[in-house]
């Protein structure tokens, strides 16, 4: 294992104190938790808590500033963070209009982030939750009950967050999230494993003509290995499994991300974009937005995912209102 750290078992501590150093106009460090939250609070606006296991950054830290997360709390590695860290992240962005949580459906982020609902409630915060599963690859995993959390929590991280921002209720809040949730769909594929600092070596073995479709961003299997495709042959087929989940139809207006894995470089993604947009606009969508870059990773996994969000009037004007992170900014 080659990586730029200290200690292993440190990672995830060292990483928030420097990503709090390095943008301390953005983000602070709450002493003695896993929380980063926003260094400008709005008093009586909704607060909006995202989180999970640490490696897919800039998720979820990143997205966390002026029209997007209020507080992002950063577990272990892969690993979901505590109920009680979670409820430092609650109690963090609570302003007194209650508190969204965004999570992604994996079992323990699921279980952790409701537990941490009730020890808030008791404390008479008002919270309340969506959960995100957007990824088409698959209908259960390893590590959860239906679809995973990918890299479509970015867009109801900024839906909500600008939600947010108008003034709406947390019913409102809650309600733009749900429209985001059910019109987005994303699915990926990798080219190799990443590590795990703790473990040391990587998490599965790939030879090098080979890439898995719809793996998942912990590693977990996805539907095939097969052997390495074109860029365009995998566009398409990650795309066509999108459009056939029957969300996206033609005529749609859509955002589209192309999202890294880690160590996908910005030129192969932009070929992949190439044929993404070719085919939509053969199938008579509209792109309104495509954002290229990372924003969900698998620490230093090679590889991508494609995510469309379907688009009305009121997703488009929470799509183009400012947001000011340090990985989103518009």
């Known amino acids: 294992m080659k990586k730029l750290i200290n200690d292993p078992n440190n990672v995830v501590e060292e990483m928030m104190k420097g990503m709090a150093a390095a ?35 800039p998720a979820h830290a990143g997205f966390v500033g002026k029209g997007m997360l209020d507080a992002a709390v950063c577990g272990p590695v892969f690993t979901s963070p505590g109920p009680d860290q ?9 302003s007194g209009a209650g508190v969204l949580l965004v999570i992604k459906n994996y079992s323990g982020d699921v279980m952790n982030f409701e537990m941490a609902m009730e020890l808030a409630e008791m404390e008479t915060i008002t919270v309340d939750k969506v959960i995100v599963n957007d990824d088409v690859a698959v209908e259960d995993s390893t590590y959860t009950t239906g679809r995973r959390g990918i890299a479509g929590t970015v867009f109801v991280h900024k839906i909500a967050g600008a939600k947010a921002e ?10 733009s999230a749900e429209k985001a949730i059910r019109n987005v ?5 990798a080219l ?5 600092p703790a473990a040391g070596k990587p998490g599965f073995e790939m030879a090098e003509n ?32 999108i459009l056939q989940d029957g969300v996206h139809k033609s005529g749609d207006e859509v955002a589209v991300m192309i999202n890294g894995l880690g160590s996908t470089p910005l030129m192969e993604l932009y070929i992949l974009n190439g044929k993404v947009s070719e ?3 053969e199938k008579g969508f509209t792109v309104y937005k495509t954002f290229v870059g990372e924003y969900m990773t698998a620490i230093e996994m090679a590889g991508c995912s494609i995510t469309l969000l379907k688009l009305d009037d009121e997703l ?3 799509l183009d209102a400012p947001a000011h992170t340090t990985a989103f900014r518009m």
Not at 185 to 189: A, K, Y
Not at 211 to 238: Q, S, V
């Open 23 to 57: 943008h301390h106009d953005v983000l602070k460090h709450v002493p003695d938790t896993a929380v980063l939250t926003r260094v400008e609070r709005t008093a009586g606006k909704v607060g909006i808590v995202s989180g999970g296991g640490s490696g897919h950054e």
């Open 86 to 94: 979670v409820l430092e992240g609650i109690k963090a962005a609570d």
């Open 166 to 175: 108008t003034g709406a209720s947390l019913a409102e809040v809650k309600a």
């Open 185 to 189: 769909r994303s699915m990926g594929m």
């Open 192 to 196: 190799s494993a990443c590590t795990i």
């Open 210 to 241: 080979e890439m898995e479709i719809g793996m998942g961003i912990h590693g977990e299997p996805g539907i095939e290995r097969t052997l390495l495709k074109t860029a365009d042959e995998i566009a398409e087929e990650l795309l066509l499994k």
């Open 279 to 281: 085919i939509l606009a």
């Open 316 to 318: 488009k004007e929470l």
